[in-house]
C-alpha cells in the first residue's frame, strides 16, 4: 500500500542552524502539507502547496519556513535559523482529491533544537 | 478559527465493553476525518465523512457525521486492547483544505 515516507526520523540541531525535512509523498497525489505537533500538543497546520505553490498557510509559517518541491518526489520543509521552540514532531500528508479532503500522514520527523 | 472539542479526554475500560466517543464544534465542516494515533508515530487515516446524517462502519468502529455537519461520533463495539491508541478528529470548512484537529482521546482496553 502506498505510503508517505520521511527523513530523517530524528534531527538534532543547535538554535540558529538551519534544518531541512524531507518527505516522499503518496505518488500521483497533487496535495502536499506540513503539519507540526508539539509534544503533548494538538497537531498543528503549517502549510499547504499545490502545483508547485503555497495554497495556504498558518501564522505559525513565518519568514524562518520555507517549502520546496526540488523534483518530482520530494518536498521538503526548511528552518532556516531553528529556535528551541520549533523542537516538535513534523507530519508530512499529501491527498489526490480536490473533492474530498482526505489526507495521508508520513511517520514524521522529530526535531530537537538545543 | 474553527475549534475542534473531543470528549471524553480520556477513556479507560474492560475488554469487550462498548465506547463511544465525540468530536464536536460550533462550525460546519465539509469534511471530517478520524486519525489513530500512536505515541511517536503519524496519524495514521480511519474515515473520512462527508454528508451531514452520514454512518460508516470500519469493522467494530461505527462512525456518524451529525446532520448539521458540525459534529460526529466513533462508537467502538467489544473494544479488544489493540484498540487502545489515541483516537483525533479533525476537519476543513469551506474551500480550505487545511485539517483542524482536536485534542484527542486517549483510550486504553484493559485485558
Known amino acids: 500500500e502506498p505510503e508517505v515516507t520521511q527523513t530523517p526520523s530524528h534531527q538534532v540541531t543547535q538554535m540558529g542552524q538551519e534544518v531541512i525535512l524531507r518527505c516522499v509523498p503518496i505518488?500521483?497525489?497533487?496535495?502536499f502539507y506540513w503539519y507540526r505537533q508539539i509534544l503533548g500538543q494538538k497537531v498543528e497546520f503549517l502549510v499547504s502547496?499545490?502545483?508547485?505553490?503555497?495554497?495556504?498557510k498558518s501564522e505559525i509559517f513565518d519568514d524562518q519556513f520555507s517549502v520546496e518541491r526540488p523534483d518530482g518526489s520530494n518536498f521538503t520543509l526548511k528552518i532556516r535559523s531553528t529556535k528551541l521552540e520549533d523542537s516538535a514532531m513534523y507530519f508530512c500528508?499529501?491527498?489526490?482529491?480536490?473533492?474530498?479532503?482526505?489526507?495521508?500522514f508520513g511517520p514524521g520527523t522529530r526535531l530537537t533544537v538545543t | 478559527t474553527q475549534l475542534l472539542e473531543q470528549s471524553p479526554q480520556f477513556l479507560s475500560i474492560q475488554e469487550g465493553e462498548n465506547l463511544t466517543v465525540y468530536c464536536n464544534s460550533s462550525?460546519?465542516?465539509?469534511?471530517l476525518q478520524w486519525y489513530r494515533q500512536e505515541p511517536g508515530e503519524g496519524p495514521v487515516l480511519l474515515v473520512t465523512?462527508?454528508?451531514?446524517?452520514e454512518v460508516k462502519k470500519l469493522k467494530r468502529l461505527t462512525f456518524q457525521f451529525g446532520d448539521a455537519r458540525k459534529d460526529s461520533s466513533l462508537h467502538i463495539t467489544a473494544a479488544q486492547p489493540g484498540d487502545t491508541g489515541l483516537y483525533l478528529c479533525?476537519?476543513?470548512?469551506?474551500?480550505?483544505?487545511?485539517?483542524?484537529f482536536g485534542s484527542g482521546t486517549q483510550l486504553t482496553v484493559l485485558p
Open positions: 479533525a476537519a476543513s470548512s469551506g474551500s480550505a483544505r487545511q485539517l483542524t
Open positions: 500528508a499529501s491527498t489526490g482529491y480536490w473533492g474530498i479532503n482526505e489526507q495521508y
Open positions: 462550525s460546519v465542516f465539509s469534511s
Open positions: 502547496f499545490y502545483n508547485n505553490e503555497i495554497s495556504e
Open positions: 465523512v462527508v454528508t451531514g446524517g
Open positions: 505518488s500521483n497525489h497533487l496535495y
